[in-house]
């Protein structure tokens, strides 16, 4: 078994008490701020969450719970419970632990999440949020709220911004007519204000690892990850990304690596493979290979546009990695490679994730021959182990780092 030889950042310690507290609010703000009108919602991870906070929702992402439910290794029980009630193998395993939790909140982390009285869902991600949420909205009888992103081939045009945007207003309409009362501009600026602060810091910390030897190693983003999804656009995230940039400051001035004896630059593309945080990743830094950047935290590193706020909340999210074409992903990824000098790449076939899966093959011929770098590609799942086979995996990445 691969020993546990990077380091984990000291502020990641405090990680499991924030979203503890994040998830308690959840719970009972709905019971306690009854008279103040607060309420939680579920949403997806490319909606435009400010605009909620600006309305004083505590929003809930089953996207992250999912995350969690693969690092904790309950994911295959939980696909489990929703593959009995007939939900494919095939599907999201995010979707279906949620759903699973829900069916069986007794083996869920959390006990399941907090109930949530409405749903915001944007396609910007995938399709499948659509069912699924659908699903939910049945399943808990509540209100669902779309948004629908076009998809953008080349750059973005100001005609689909617009229809996005015109949604976003819409939005804020009905939430105006749910809640009884008119959304705060001012605190939504706030809130925007705060989620930039943010990014930058995220930003920050991600670029320290342009460095040699580089002081974070891509499970210390994946790890450190939860407080930029369900917390953004809030003074807990920006304090807290504070604390985790001093602390990759001090690493990197002190010249302390985040893999020793690093020998080997890789970038990481797609979600991670949570259940195997030590084992999978550790196998590579065993071996002096540190992760120095990746596309899936990357997209958390994206600030919100100047300007009125409906239309840069829709240039942002129309804007995301995953609804952009095959171009603009290998350019992003080519770019990474360049940037933080890499040696070589490593794709993760995520059999959960046809959206950011389908591609890669392609982008890796395309960019083997551009920059002449090697690239892997691995087949797993994020959180359902079932559809892992260790050995197979670690034996080509052993083949993978010999050839480097
Ligand atoms: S299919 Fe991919 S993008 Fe869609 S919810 Fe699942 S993991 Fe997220």
């Known amino acids: 078994m691969a020993k546990k030889i990077f380091k984990p950042l000291k502020a990641s310690e405090k990680i499991n008490k924030i979203l503890k507290n994040h998830y308690l609010k959840a719970k009972y703000l709905p019971t306690l701020g009854k008279f103040f009108g607060y309420k939680t919602a579920w949403i997806t991870s490319g909606a435009p969450v400010e605009l909620l906070r600006a309305f004083g929702i ?21 696909c489990q419970v929703a593959e009995n009630r007939g939900y494919s193998l095939d599907l999201c395993s995010y979707a279906k632990s949620n759903l699973g939790s829900i069916w069986n909140p007794k083996e869920s982390p959390f006990n399941g999440l907090p109930r949530p009285d409405l749903l915001v869902v944007c396609n910007n991600i995938c399709g499948t949020v659509l069912k699924w949420y659908e699903t939910l909205s049945r399943e808990f009888n509540i209100p669902l709220f779309i948004i629908d992103t076009p998809f953008i081939t080349g750059e973005p045009q100001p005609w689909q911004i617009q229809y996005v945007a015109k949604q976003i207003e819409k939005l804020a309409i009905e939430l105006e007519k749910f809640f009884r009362k008119k959304l705060d501009l001012n605190r939504l600026e706030k809130v925007i204000l705060l989620a930039n602060e943010t990014v930058d810091l995220w930003k920050g910390i991600r670029n320290f690892a342009k460095n040699k030897p580089s002081p974070v190693n891509v499970t210390d983003l994946f790890i450190n990850l939860g407080p930029m999804v369900v917390l953004r656009g809030t003074e807990v995230a920006r304090d807290f990304y504070e604390e985790v940039y001093r602390e990759v400051e001090e690493r990197y001035k002190a010249g302390v690596p985040a893999v020793e004896g690093e020998k080997y630059r890789l970038v990481w593309d797609n979600i991670p493979i949570w259940y195997g945080l030590y084992r999978f990743y550790g196998y590579f830094a065993e071996r002096g290979a540190v992760f120095v950047t990746d596309s899936y935290t990357g997209g958390w590193a994206v600030n919100i546009k100047k300007g009125p706020p409906f239309y840069a909340l829709a240039e942002t999210y129309a804007g995301v990695f995953l609804n952009r074409d095959l171009e603009f992903r290998k350019n992003q990824l080519q770019s990474f490679i360049e940037e933080f000098s890499a040696d070589g790449f490593v ?22 021959r551009s920059l002449g770098v090697p690239g892997l590609i691995v087949d797993a799942d994020m959180t359902d182990s079932r559809l892992y086979s260790e050995e197979t995996v670690l034996n080509r990445v052993q083949a993978f780092l010999e050839s480097l």
């Open 58 to 78: 505590e929003p809930v992402y089953p996207e992250n719970y999912g995350a969690i439910c693969g690092a904790r290794k309950v994911s295959p029980s939980l």
């Open 347 to 368: 794709m993760h076939s995520n059999r959960s994730c046809k959206a950011y899966s389908f591609v890669q093959e392609e982008i890796r011929r395309q960019i083997m």
